[in-house]
């Protein structure tokens, strides 16, 4: 970790502070006249993304380098200078300036302090280290990466999901705070508008100003006259809207005495300046308290509590079964699944999705970290983990072990009629999705979380529906969703991440296949840039690509992305594996596997015969072999099933599947899947003798072009026979 320890003025040793003395002196400077200017700065320093032309993922770059603030932390100043009397006086530049240094040096030793205080408790770190303990096991050190582990919410995710989390609630709003959940929406996005378009006057206004008149503070300042003008909401409204959220001049932000401790202007972080004019420095605060305070205010209502919790449940479940309906379309997604043994409920899925001989078992919840939590407590820390996530991945479990013994379980869905599952299921994903951010979640469940995995089980995504709102935007075909979830499981323990954004961002640039060579991988926040840019293009009509070179764009236009397509499209069961196999490939073997199948396929073409190719899935006891043929269905299947019972065989192989292409268009025409235990066969061990004994080339060295078999040579369909005895006269 780079030294981030404050140097005493003098140019001496530097000296470790600890970090209340430090944020005592950070208070200090707060509170000082004219520092909003200072904030103000870093709101539009920080804040904002720069570009011109495209937005592009260099334009995102000063947001990951280190040497920004996060808006947790410019969170903290506005805290900080709320607990004294905010003056507004512009002081001079080189106070400013000034402001600006001390404050970035501050929250640097901030950062350090509280990461050593965290992991090693006053502990040489040496010593501490040597020992191999792991740190972040102790509730205390999950501060550091709750503080500082980021958002998992876009601004623009907020906006839409408020209006589907309250609008069930319209009523209560309008009968108890004067809005409806739209108008609020109004407002917020209004004063948004307001502030952009005040920022790019402000820029060409400040080039004919004395430097000594330069501040970014009125780009964030607005009146309910301006927010009347551009919103289309009545006067009345905005003020009941602005009078639910803003921090009046004459309060004092008194219990914030801590990074920890509870700050109110997060909760109100817009500004009443007393003389009729407001201040909103970051407009992200509003809208997350726009999203998570209402059901607050609704909580304190004993009459409306009960509906106020069930809508808010009602909300999680349906907006996480809807986003899967979107990749895997209506009929495979299943909701309030009730699961009996006998008459009496053995447990219950807000969400089944079924695919093929895969399923993903949905648990949602809607628990927050509390204020206890945050502050490292261990045992609040650990007893809110176990009520948003530990609970809901136990009863995960349950279904998971349910559908894997259905003739014990009878399934039935919200109006109790009976579900039939059709195919036996064999690969099952549990995910459990929150309703709210939950900080440093993906970091907590690998900490704590007792993951129970078997073959058929898999490790679980954690998330909330914020991300699945962005796993679901790029991953929206069945195997691209399922790819993730099984290369997730597998690096469940070897990633070192603090939000699920991160590893999503490399599976799309990468693919998260991860050697068996590392034991773990720490990939930074600056991963998820590429998603940033794609998700502004997209949701906020960015000028950009909406597109993330890598995994979703390496198959398109060549035969293996139109096998895969098919496979999708169809649902074969018997090919979900493979299907999700072959999206694992690395780059250079796909690209191999796709050269192959243009060069047998051309080659079935022109000489009318079967052309095949097979190939083991590396470290599973698994693998495919592909016919491109013209023959009668029922012989090709004697033919498919003959070769991958060879191969099968030859590779004491657990699983091997056969499928049938079309030569022309490679239409898959049929599917076949061996799992009979593999077993010692005299005749098997003859023929195999018989058969010439080539190790396969590597993908990535497959050229164009095919080989010509010779009429004595076993037949490559896989049958045992001689070339001339066998496909040469079909």
């Not at 998971?400 to 009878?410: I, M, T």
């Amino acid at each position: 970790m780079k030294d981030l320890s404050n140097e005493s003025s003098s140019g001496g040793v530097s000296v470790e502070r600890t970090e209340r003395e430090i944020f005592s002196e950070l208070e200090t400077l707060c509170a000082d006249p004219g520092y909003i200017h200072a904030v103000a700065y870093f709101c539009f320093r920080d804040n904002l993304i720069k570009y011109t032309g495209q937005l592009g993922v260099k334009d995102m770059d000063a947001h990951y380098e280190g040497s920004s603030l996060l808006r947790t932390e410019i969170a903290t100043l506005i805290g900080l200078m709320a607990r004294s009397k905010i003056i507004t006086d512009i002081p001079a530049p080189a106070t400013v300036q000034g402001y600006v240094d001390r404050t970035d040096a501050l929250m640097k030793e901030l950062h350090f302090a509280m990461a050593t205080e965290a992991f090693f408790g006053g502990k040489d770190r040496f010593s501490f280290l040597a020992s191999g303990k792991d740190p972040f096991q102790d509730g205390p050190a999950m501060r550091e990466p709750i503080f500082y582990g980021g958002e998992s919410a876009y601004n623009f995710q907020y906006r839409t999901l408020t209006q589907l989390k309250y609008e069930a609630d319209d009523n209560w709003l309008m009968m108890t705070q004067g809005f409806a959940i739209a108008d609020a929406l109004a407002v917020t996005k209004a004063i948004s508008d307001f502030h952009l378009r005040r920022i790019s006057l402000l820029r060409k206004e400040m080039r004919i100003q004395a430097p000594d008149q330069w501040t970014f503070l009125p780009a964030f300042t607005f009146a309910i006259e301006d927010i009347a003008a551009s919103s289309g909401v009545e006067v009345a409204t905005i003020e009941a809207v602005l009078s639910s959220f803003r921090f009046e001049s004459h309060e004092r932000n008194d219990p914030f005495t801590g990074l920890s401790e509870f700050n109110e202007a997060n909760v109100r972080p817009v500004l009443h300046l007393g003389d009729g004019s407001y201040v909103l420095l970051q407009h992200y605060q509003l809208q997350e308290s726009l999203y998570e305070s209402p059901f607050f205010w609704m909580m304190a209502d004993d009459d409306y509590r009960p509906i106020a919790t069930t809508n808010r449940g009602k909300f999680t479940e349906s907006y996480s079964s809807g986003r899967l309906r979107s990749v895997f379309g209506n009929a495979r997604v299943l909701t309030n699944v009730d699961i009996y043994r006998g008459k009496n409920r053995y447990a219950e899925a807000d969400a089944l999705v079924l695919f093929g001989n895969h399923a993903i078992v949905v648990q949602a919840k809607s628990k927050r970290l509390t204020l206890n939590a945050r502050k490292g407590n261990d045992l609040a820390l650990r007893d809110d983990f176990k009520k948003a996530v530990a609970n809901a991945y136990d009863q995960a479990l349950l279904c998971a072990d349910a559908l894997l013994r259905p003739g014990e379980f009878v399934f039935r869905d919200a109006t109790a009629k009976e579900l039939k599952i059709e195919e036996p299921i064999e690969v099952i994903f549990p995910m459990c999705v929150l309703a709210d951010h939950y900080p440093a979640l993906t970091f907590q469940a690998r900490q704590f979380l007792e993951v129970k995995t078997t073959e058929a089980i898999r490790g679980p995504l954690v998330t909330d529906v914020f991300t699945l709102d962005v796993i679901a935007e790029f991953l929206e075909t069945p195997l691209h969703f399922l790819n993730y979830l099984d290369l997730r499981a597998r690096a469940y323990d070897k990633l070192l991440v603090t939000n699920e954004l991160i590893p999503l961002s490399y599976h799309l640039r990468n693919n998260l296949w991860l050697d068996d060579k590392y034991d773990m991988v720490n990939l930074g926040d600056d991963f998820t840039a590429h998603v940033d840019v794609a998700m502004t293009v997209r949701r906020q009509g960015a000028s950009g690509s909406r597109e993330i070179k890598g995994i979703l764009t390496r198959y398109r236009g060549n035969p293996l992305g139109s096998i895969v397509e098919q496979i999708e499209a169809t649902s074969i069961p018997q090919l979900t594996e493979p299907g999700v196999w072959l999206l694992q490939l690395s780059d250079s073997s796909a690209s191999g596997l796709s050269r192959a199948l243009e060069s047998q396929n051309n080659a079935a073409i022109r000489d009318g015969r079967t052309k095949d190719i097979s190939l083991p899935f590396e470290g599973q006891r698994a693998g495919l072999t592909i016919h491109i043929t013209s023959l009668p269905d029922d012989v090709a299947r004697d033919k498919i099933l003959q070769h991958a019972r060879l191969k099968k065989y030859d590779l004491k192989a657990e699983r091997w599947y056969g499928m049938v292409l079309r030569p022309g268009d490679l239409r898959i025409r049929l599917a076949v899947v061996l799992t009979d235990p593999w077993q010692a066969n005299s005749g098997m061990d003859t023929l195999l003798a018989t058969l010439p004994r080539r190790a396969p080339a590597p993908l990535d060295k497959v050229a164009l072009q095919a080989r010509k078999i010779g009429r004595n040579e076993p037949c490559s369909c896989g049958s045992g026979l001689k070339y001339k005895k066998c496909c040469l006269s079909r």
